[in-house]
């Protein structure tokens, strides 16, 4: 199914957004369990610190028939950019159920998590090896240098050069994608 399908299976789909504290149980298990397989047992393999770092913020839920079949996570963080600071919804935890992937659940997932940034942060951002698939929905990769405000200072983070993109909102300064950025320092991955 394209996208197109998935636009005709609308009738069939309900959108939620919910703050973390609102989870039902049986909502929880089955995203728990939708992130997880989705994101397999390989280097990008999910962890409870990720778990972790998508709870707090609003919940964005896709389902089909009653099924999550895909999820989103936004968080507030405090990126700085060329040492000025951001109010900024950070996305984390997107995943579709592995039998629903390619089928534009994703897309139109990500539409609604665009919406819900653009209307109440000065900035998107996101970690992700799957830059085409955010740039085609309006992210920009980052060129500039990575780091993060850990307790001891600012230190690089030179593996996540590349990785991060940003989500302009109408609320965004003019952005140098060539300029440092830095995220605030959290426990597991910082990006």
Same mark, same amino acid.
């Given at each position: !199914? *394209? =996208?197109?399908?998935?636009?005709?299976? $609308?009738?069939?789909?309900?959108?939620?957004?919910?703050?973390?504290?609102? $989870?039902?149980?049986?909502?929880?298990?089955?995203?728990?369990? =939708?992130?997880w397989?989705?994101?397999? *047992?390989?280097?990008?393999? !999910?962890?409870?610190? *990720?778990?972790?770092?998508?709870?707090?913020?609003?919940q964005? $839920?896709?389902?089909?028939?009653?099924?999550?079949?895909?999820?989103?996570?936004?968080?507030?963080?405090r990126?700085?950019?060329?040492?000025?600071?951001?109010?900024?919804?950070?996305?984390?935890?997107?995943?579709?159920?592995?039998?629903?992937?390619?089928?534009?659940?994703?897309? =139109? $997932?990500m539409r609604?998590?665009?919406?819900?940034?653009?209307?109440?942060?000065? =900035?998107?951002?996101?970690?992700?090896?799957?830059?085409?698939?955010?740039?085609?929905?309006?992210?920009?990769?980052?060129?500039?240098?990575?780091?993060?405000?850990?307790?001891?200072?600012?230190?690089?983070?030179?593996?996540e050069?590349?990785?991060?993109?940003?989500?302009?909102?109408p609320?965004?300064?003019?952005?140098?994608?060539?300029?440092?950025?830095?995220?605030?320092?959290?426990?597991?991955?910082?990006?």
């Amino acid at each position: !199914m *394209d =996208l197109e399908a998935a636009h005709a299976a $609308l009738d069939r789909v309900r959108f939620s957004r919910v703050p973390s504290h609102a $989870l039902t149980a049986a909502e929880i298990s089955a995203i728990r369990a =939708l992130l997880w397989s989705a994101f397999g *047992d390989g280097e990008d393999a !999910m962890a409870e610190s *990720d778990w972790e770092h998508a709870l707090g913020g609003a919940q964005f $839920l896709l389902e089909l028939d009653g099924e999550i079949v895909a999820y989103a996570s936004v968080a507030e963080r405090r990126l700085e950019i060329d040492g000025r600071g951001l109010r900024t919804g950070y996305v984390e935890a997107v995943a579709t159920a592995v039998t629903r992937q390619r089928q534009g659940f994703g897309s =139109l $997932l990500m539409r609604e998590v665009n919406a819900y940034i653009a209307a109440g942060f000065e =900035l998107g951002a996101l970690g992700t090896g799957q830059n085409a698939f955010y740039e085609r929905l309006g992210w920009v990769t980052w060129r500039g240098p990575t780091s993060v405000r850990a307790p001891e200072g600012s230190r690089r983070t030179p593996d996540e050069d590349g990785y991060i993109l940003v989500l302009a909102t109408p609320a965004s300064p003019p952005l140098d994608r060539a300029a440092p950025i830095s995220c605030d320092w959290r426990l597991g991955d910082a990006w």
